[in-house]
């Protein structure tokens, strides 16, 4: 009796281990397939979508190449990319529709607080324009900045003093490969364990809810307005056919793109500098479908913010949060929330989607966030 109790607690875990991988491999993505999305809105609104921050080999630890970048963006159905070259605009001589992506050149400055991103200027910054007062030199280049991974534990931003940036890069898809290989480490060994099996399960296994990015979010919008984008900063390896979807800029405009490179792309630089964007990992499921309306009312102090998820049928498996100041002021389950709050009190949105275990069951993880200022 002895010797079979011992050959189950051996055989156990094996057993466990075949049925965790098996369901890893077969694990599909996305795992929900809404109706699809037209580029003009229910709502007279047009979406486009892109992803931000990406490095080519003009940048010195950049191995991918534009027309690899292009053929990734056309397979992922995306509309404009802007890569972020390392202290340079060398990708501006490749600005321009190609493929029928919409390529906008910006850089990644780096200064002894750490990095950001600069936004439409022509020429980059000279290195004595670096040392302090970068943000007030972009803006004179008639240009904007966003905190590039403002929480990365190997390149975090610690300028508390220079504020006159435009925005912050809310979630980093390489901030998360950063954090997974910090003690304990076991999400980083899963994720490279599985990888080879299913790229995406691996990627997917990356992701933690962005607490520290949120804190500082809101750190921020004490102090003045700013608006978000998410990063993929891409290098060229992992390929950015595998990566270029983790997660997507969501921009919506009053007006549609016409195929003419200078006027879209300030179509597309406005919205962002704007905030008229959301944020979402669409290789778990598309977020083309995502609205957010905010209404003043024109009787009292309040507005109304309602979010929702059209043409999603599966309701249940979406979960809505609310933020302001840093606490959860609201909570919702299946496909849209609505609330009043204090008028110019800014919230985040965000929606959870529930996706199925490795073991058993289903877990919720961050799927869509946006910002209402």
Known sequence: MKGIITKIVIALPVILFVYCTMRIIFYDFPVYTPRPASTKRSDGTYH?????????????????TIPQLLLAASKAELNFVITTDHNNLD????????????LIAATEVSTPAGHFLAFD?????????????????????GGFSIIAHPTSPTNPWTDKKNLDFEGIELINMKT??????????????????????????????????????????????AIHPVTIICGIDAHGKPSYDRVIDSCINHIITDTPLKNSPESD????????RNGSAYLAYDFIASADNFYIYAGQ???????TIKAEVKDFDKRDMLRFRVYSKKRMIAEQKG???????????????????????IFFGNTELLWITALVL
Request: no cysteine.
């Open 121 to 141: 200027i022509d020429e980059p910054l000279r290195e004595s324009e670096k040392s302090d007062y970068y943000f007030k030199r972009v803006k004179e280049k």
């Open 297 to 303: 009312s024109s009787i009292s102090s309040l507005r």
């Open 91 to 102: 990708a501006k001589e490749y600005e321009g529709y190609k493929q029928g992506i919409l």
């Open 48 to 64: 486009y979508k892109g992803a931000i921050h990406i490095h080519t080999n003009f940048s010195h630890d950049g191995t991918g």
């Open 335 to 357: 496909e849209s929330i609505t609330l009043k709050i204090p008028s110019f009190e800014p919230v985040l949105v965000q929606v959870f989607i529930e996706v199925p275990s």
């Open 265 to 272: 792309r300030k179509i597309i630089i406005s919205a962002i």
């Open 176 to 221: 998360y490969l950063e954090n997974s290989f910090r003690p304990p480490f076991l999400r980083g060994l899963i994720s490279t364990m599985y990888t080879p099996l299913n790229f995406k399960w691996g990627m997917m296994n990356l992701l933690t809810y962005p607490e520290k990015e949120v804190e500082f979010l809101f750190d921020t919008l």
